[in-house]
């Protein structure tokens, strides 16, 4: 049965998550991702979960906390945004190497300094080889539902690897829109029981977690953990369709809008797509052929469908919501520039760094890159890098 | 507990436990440690009152003890800390240090 709700991108997660019912969450609150745990915390103490709620001292102790819990075969979660993902680097890593399925959303914000609590995509993008999974959400519905199916991606007992569930600090997190949900029953049936490969509270089969792995082999063992990441692609589409038929609402790796003949388009990910989707409906009624490449899953990188959808277009931006600081674009913009290297024909491209801090992308910024790119195509020529919005 | 199996050297990573997990216990018993010891402990069973200090002690648990008796050092995992020459009560000692190669 679906319910519709009027909720914020906050308030869709620890909807999710109090119909998950995990066994325990270790959380810190920070801003803007506070309101998911403090929410679902309101579910622990009206007992509508059986979770215990750890309240920890710091974001490394959350992680360390979770971690312990999920080695131990509970179904472990947490949440943080920003510098509170920073603050447990160290065993944000030792979660995806000990190969424990945590799941955990992030709410996307800038890594400070100048100190700043907007929505950026620096805190994940920073994340990128940890060894997680990376899902990003366009909206609130779309965190309700990748929040969900991480928790399969994640637990499958081929691939065993945690998942980050991203999606935009404020501008999702604080947004309210109307979403579908699904009721708990056919959420906790859908998740199924968490039964994990191994249990350090399994007294009768004592095994040792996290020992010392030296020269002989921790080469194997990341081998294992990037053959994992690799296969997981397989099950987060196998996922995305079990999820589309119970609930007619598709995902996959990437999302093309009106690529089918589009010369021109924009990839971007997170809430930005969906401004870009209505400035291209207005580009496409003027007859300018303007099209979208939305990324959902950006670890494991969705190499080999990025490389078809852009295949027939002539000028492409890659929107990055992050600056790398490299003096060669953001991740996403380097990552695709790898994908088509393979290809023969490949279409002109250009990198937009935009919104860092929360600075907003209106749908005049996202149409003056798609008249950047018409430039483009008429021989025109524009600077690689480009900070989309900032002041000259 | 679950049979103990010993990983051997060179196996691929399709062979191997995610995540360097030991699924087995006792597993250390198989890896030999004495090769590391430079100093090695000679117990005196005539001299020792079996007061078992050295076996509390001894962080390799490398004291072998049967009816509450020392009747020996496991020599396979003892790496010559010498805690237990040490700790044996000074009107005992029952335990001295020797130079690894003075015996050989």
Same mark, same amino acid.
């Given at each position: 049965?679906?319910?519709?709700?009027?909720?914020?991108?906050?308030?869709?997660?620890? %909807?999710?998550?109090?119909?998950?019912?995990?066994?325990?969450?270790a959380a810190y609150p920070i801003t803007p991702q506070t309101e998911i745990v403090q929410l679902f915390s309101n579910s622990v103490a009206d007992?509508?979960?059986?979770?215990?709620?750890?309240?920890?001292?710091? @974001?490394?102790?959350?992680?360390?906390?979770?971690?312990?819990?999920?080695?131990?075969g509970a179904r472990a979660m947490t949440a943080t945004s920003a510098n509170g993902l920073a603050y447990m680097w160290e065993v944000v890593y030792?979660?995806?190497?000990?190969?424990?399925?945590?799941?955990?959303?992030?709410?996307?914000?800038?890594?400070?300094?100048?100190?700043?609590?907007?929505?950026?995509?620096?805190?994940?993008?920073?994340?990128?080889?940890?060894?997680?999974?990376?899902?990003?959400? %366009?909206?609130?519905?779309?965190?309700?539902?990748?929040?969900?199916?991480?928790?399969?991606?994640?637990?499958?007992?081929?691939?065993?690897?945690?998942?980050?569930?991203?999606?935009?600090?404020?501008?999702?997190?604080?947004?309210?829109?109307?979403?579908?949900?699904?009721?708990?029953?056919?959420?906790?049936?859908?998740? &199924?029981?968490?039964?994990?490969?191994?249990?350090?509270?399994?007294?009768?089969?004592?095994?040792?977690?996290?020992?010392?792995?030296?020269?002989?082999?921790?080469?194997?063992?990341?081998?294992?953990?990037? @053959?994992?990441?690799?296969?997981?692609?397989?099950?987060?589409?196998?996922?995305?369709?079990?999820?589309?038929?119970?609930? &007619?609402?598709?995902?996959?790796?990437i999302e093309e809008y009106r690529m089918e003949d589009a010369e021109i388009a924009i990839v971007a990910i997170g809430s930005a797509t969906g401004?870009?989707? $209505?400035?291209?409906?207005?580009?496409?009624?003027?007859?300018?052929?303007?099209?979208?490449?939305?990324?959902?899953?950006?670890?494991?990188?969705?190499?080999?469908?990025?490389?078809?959808?852009?295949?027939?277009?002539?000028?492409?931006?890659?929107?990055?919501?992050? @600056?790398?600081?490299?003096?060669?674009? &953001?991740?996403?913009?380097?990552?695709?520039?790898?994908?088509?290297?393979?290809?023969?024909?490949?279409?002109?491209?250009?990198?937009?760094?935009? &919104?860092?801090?929360?600075?907003?992308?209106?749908?005049?910024?996202?149409?003056?890159?798609?008249?950047?790119? @018409?430039?483009? $195509?008429?021989? %025109?020529?524009?600077?690689?890098?480009?900070?989309?919005?900032?002041?000259? | 507990?679950?049979?103990?199996?010993?990983?051997?050297?060179?196996?691929?990573?399709?062979?191997?436990?995610?995540?360097?997990?030991?699924?087995?216990?006792?597993?250390?018993?198989?890896?030999?440690?004495?090769?590391?010891?430079?100093?090695?402990?000679?117990?005196?069973?005539?001299?020792?009152?079996?007061?078992?200090?050295?076996?509390?002690?001894?962080?390799?648990?490398?004291?072998?003890?049967?009816?509450?008796?020392?009747?020996?050092?496991?020599?396979?995992?003892?790496?010559?800390?010498?805690?237990?020459?040490?700790?044996?009560?000074?009107?005992?000692?029952?335990?001295?240090?020797?130079?690894?190669?003075?015996?050989?």
């Amino acid at each position: 049965m679906k319910i519709r709700h009027s909720l914020t991108g906050n308030e869709a997660m620890a %909807e999710a998550m109090r119909q998950i019912n995990p066994d325990v969450v270790a959380a810190y609150p920070i801003t803007p991702q506070t309101e998911i745990v403090q929410l679902f915390s309101n579910s622990v103490a009206d007992g509508k979960v059986n979770t215990e709620f750890v309240t920890v001292e710091s @974001e490394h102790s959350a992680m360390s906390a979770t971690i312990g819990a999920s080695a131990a075969g509970a179904r472990a979660m947490t949440a943080t945004s920003a510098n509170g993902l920073a603050y447990m680097w160290e065993v944000v890593y030792i979660a995806a190497s000990m190969r424990l399925p945590i799941v955990m959303p992030v709410v996307n914000r800038a890594l400070s300094g100048p100190i700043n609590i907007h929505c950026d995509h620096s805190d994940t993008m920073g994340a990128r080889d940890s060894g997680w999974i990376q899902i990003y959400s %366009e909206n609130s519905q779309e965190a309700y539902d990748n929040l969900i199916q991480a928790m399969r991606v994640a637990e499958h007992s081929e691939i065993q690897l945690p998942v980050m569930v991203c999606m935009d600090g404020f501008i999702i997190s604080h947004g309210m829109e109307v979403i579908e949900m699904e009721d708990d029953d056919t959420v906790r049936k859908f998740i &199924g029981e968490h039964k994990a490969n191994y249990s350090l509270l399994d007294v009768k089969n004592p095994i040792t977690m996290g020992p010392l792995d030296l020269q002989d082999f921790y080469f194997e063992h990341k081998k294992q953990q990037a @053959e994992a990441m690799k296969n997981s692609a397989a099950v987060i589409r196998d996922v995305a369709k079990e999820w589309e038929k119970l609930t &007619g609402r598709s995902y996959d790796m990437i999302e093309e809008y009106r690529m089918e003949d589009a010369e021109i388009a924009i990839v971007a990910i997170g809430s930005a797509t969906g401004t870009a989707k $209505v400035v291209i409906d207005g580009l496409r009624e003027k007859g300018v052929k303007a099209g979208l490449v939305k990324i959902r899953v950006f670890r494991p990188f969705p190499k080999e469908e990025i490389a078809k959808a852009l295949a027939n277009t002539k000028a492409v931006a890659i929107m990055d919501r992050a @600056e790398s600081f490299a003096d060669f674009g &953001g991740p996403l913009f380097r990552d695709i520039r790898a994908s088509l290297y393979d290809h023969d024909v490949r279409p002109k491209m250009v990198s937009y760094v935009y &919104g860092l801090g929360g600075r907003d992308v209106m749908p005049e910024d996202i149409a003056s890159v798609y008249a950047d790119l @018409e430039r483009l $195509v008429k021989g %025109e020529q524009l600077p690689m890098l480009n900070h989309l919005g900032v002041r000259e | 507990m679950s049979e103990k199996k010993v990983i051997p050297a060179g196996a691929t990573w399709k062979e191997i436990p995610v995540a360097g997990i030991i699924p087995t216990a006792g597993t250390a018993q198989e890896f030999k440690t004495g090769d590391w010891r430079t100093r090695k402990p000679i117990h005196d069973e005539k001299k020792c009152i079996n007061c078992l200090r050295c076996w509390i002690y001894c962080p390799d648990a490398s004291i072998m003890v049967k009816d509450g008796k020392v009747i020996g050092i496991d020599y396979d995992h003892c790496k010559g800390c010498g805690i237990c020459a040490n700790v044996c009560p000074d009107k005992v000692k029952a335990l001295t240090m020797i130079a690894q190669s003075e015996e050989e």
